[in-house]
C-alpha cells in the first residue's frame, strides 16, 4: 500500500507540473489552483508513503515517476522536442530508480 501512495504522489507530482505550465505564472485561475491541489495530494500522499518505507528509495521513485511523467507529457501533449539525448535521459532516470529498487531499497 505503501508503494500505490508513493507512486500516485508521483502522478499527481505529473499533474502539478502541468497545471503549472498552463498557470502560465500562476496568472490564469483554474490551472493555478489545481496546481495547488495536486501539490498538496502529492506531497501528502509521499508523507504517508514515507511511514513504511526508506526515504531514499520512495523519493527516487517519486521523483522519477515525476520527471519521466512531466518529461513525456511535454513530448506527447505540448509538443516539446522529443531528441535522442532527451529520450536516453529518461531511460536513465528509469534505470536508476529500478536500480534503487532492486538494490533492497523497497520493503
Given at each position: ?34 496546481f495547488a491541489v495536486f ?35 511535454g513530448v506527447l501533449v ?30
Amino acid at each position: 500500500m505503501a508503494w500505490l501512495m508513493v507512486i500516485t504522489a508521483g502522478l499527481f507530482e505529473v499533474a502539478m507540473a502541468y497545471s503549472l505550465k498552463l498557470s502560465k505564472g500562476f496568472s490564469v485561475l483554474a490551472p493555478s489552483v489545481s496546481f495547488a491541489v495536486f501539490a498538496v495530494l502529492s506531497f501528502g500522499l509521499l508523507s504517508l508513503g514515507l511511514k513504511h518505507l526508506e526515504v531514499g528509495t520512495a523519493y527516487a521513485v517519486w521523483t522519477g515517476i515525476g520527471a519521466v511523467g512531466t518529461a513525456a507529457l511535454g513530448v506527447l501533449v505540448l509538443g516539446e522536442n522529443a531528441s535522442p539525448l532527451k529520450i536516453a535521459s529518461i531511460l536513465l532516470i528509469l534505470a536508476g530508480v529500478v536500480g534503487l529498487n532492486l538494490a533492497g531499497g523497497g520493503h
